[in-house]
């Protein structure tokens, strides 16, 4: 009888255990539906924030998208740049399905930058997980905000807007899968397989992969640390991946008799440290602030930037939370400018922003990062969230809509010559402009593009040195003003047409970069 009833309560007790386990995971479930509900709500809007600034509709072919992408209208290996030929390969690809349509190529542009947004998100809770100490449950929402933040970071607008700077964020993408499959290394061999081909595939796209072997060691180097694995198990995947970036580098080196592209490897053994230490201070203030026509607002913004940064650091070092990953994202985000350093950025202008597309994902990481260890919370942390977003999708829209406007120039000029490839007299381009609000409009290609759009002989063409001009207007009139109202006036004697470029003088003004 004794049995009996023990054998009964023991019954009762597993099927309460069997009722408590469904319970528990459908709660588990419904919660994780709710998380993933609300992360994918999450990305949708900033997809449809992102495109409504982007507009990638309303973009157009600039400065040398003109002169290089005729040239894969045959062969992509005609291309000077022979070392990117994963990004040659897309525009014979392009061109191809769109020939003169700039729209679709900058579709494209969008969706590798969208898909690039989409793996920061996996990178990052990649690296939370394995090296960051937040909680388990802030992993996923840290992990959106950094992917969302990337998608309208401000200051990487050359690889998202001008078709020729796909290549910085294609790159981006085989660094983003590269590294992703690394660090998955311990599920089998084929993951460490994988992130070398990625990585090859990445070289063959963009000089910023440089950087790929030194992150690879700092993410081995913390493994060891946190005590996951030995030194010796762990050393041989860093020294493979060192073996097979020095092998590329001389296989280029005897095969094209150079490491890097046209212009980069003419300078990338210029040793002028004055001149290396001002390009690191530009690459690295550039990341942060926008450019200025006027050198003394730049100078204004580096101090308030460096006077914010201090803070930042001073809170950081005062609650410690300066930890393994906060390391390896600082080091990496540094690192991943010392490829460009030699070419610098402009402070005037947009122009060389893509080589800022690979360090803004380090950048994004450890701005969110460092902001969820300070253990901000409430209201505060609301504020610095908006005035974050805010600020990047203001200086966001501000150069959407001059890229926009800048193709429309351009655009407009093709349209408005069209007409003239019937006749046989001189064509004169008075105020003719080669840059607007800092864009190279048509420093260059401009007489190939007539050849392209309009089948035009450009020996008719002339415009006069004294008539290039660069078209600039304020910040502060990016409010009210949102278009460029331009009108095109001509004069015609018996043999010359003298075509120029009329617009509101009131908004605009124009300036020669070079005496900023």
Known sequence: MKSAYLCCLKGIDTKSNQINSIFGKTQYFCLMSKQNWTLAIFSFSFTVISFIIYKPFALYFLNDDLLIIPLNKMDF??????????????????????????????????????????????????????????????????????????????????????????????????????????MKRDNGISYFICSLLFFQLGLLTYESNWVAPFFIFLLSWATVKRKQREWKKEKIYPIIYGVYFTTNLLIRRLIAGKYSDVYGDKQLFSIDAKRLFYNGICLFVRCFVPPSFSSTCFI???????????????????????????????????????????????????????????????????????????????AKLYIILICLFAYNIFFLYINARDYAVAGNIAKSYYTHLEKEKKDTGKIVLVKFPQQFNGLPLFRLGFKEGLVWMDSIDTNRVEIPKDEELNVNSSYARAVTRSNFDFTFKESKTDSNKTIELVYDSTYFSTADFNKQ
């Open 300 to 378: 204004i913004f580096t101090i308030g930037l460096f006077i914010i940064l201090s803070f930042c650091l001073k809170e950081i070092m005062n609650k410690k939370v300066c930890d393994i990953l906060v390391l390896i994202l600082s080091l990496s985000f540094l690192a991943s400018l010392v490829p460009v350093l030699t070419l610098g950025i402009s402070t005037h202008s947009r122009e060389s922003e893509r080589y800022l597309y690979l360090p803004s994902v380090f950048l994004c990481l450890l701005i969110f990062y460092s902001l969820f260890k300070l253990s901000i919370t409430g």
């Open 77 to 182: 290996l005609s291309q000077p740049h022979t070392f990117r030929i994963i990004h040659e390969m897309l525009l014979t690809l392009e061109y191809h399905l769109f020939g003169k349509e700039a729209t679709g190529y900058h579709y494209i542009q969008y969706i590798v930058h969208l898909l690039c947004s989409v793996l920061v998100y996996f990178f990052s809770m990649n690296l939370l997980k394995q090296y960051g100490n937040l909680k388990e449950s802030e992993n996923g929402l840290v992990s959106a905000l950094i992917a969302a933040f990337f998608s309208v970071y401000a200051f990487h607008s050359e690889a998202t807007l001008w078709i020729l700077g796909t290549t910085a964020s294609l790159a981006t993408v085989f660094f983003l899968l590269s590294t992703i499959t690394y």
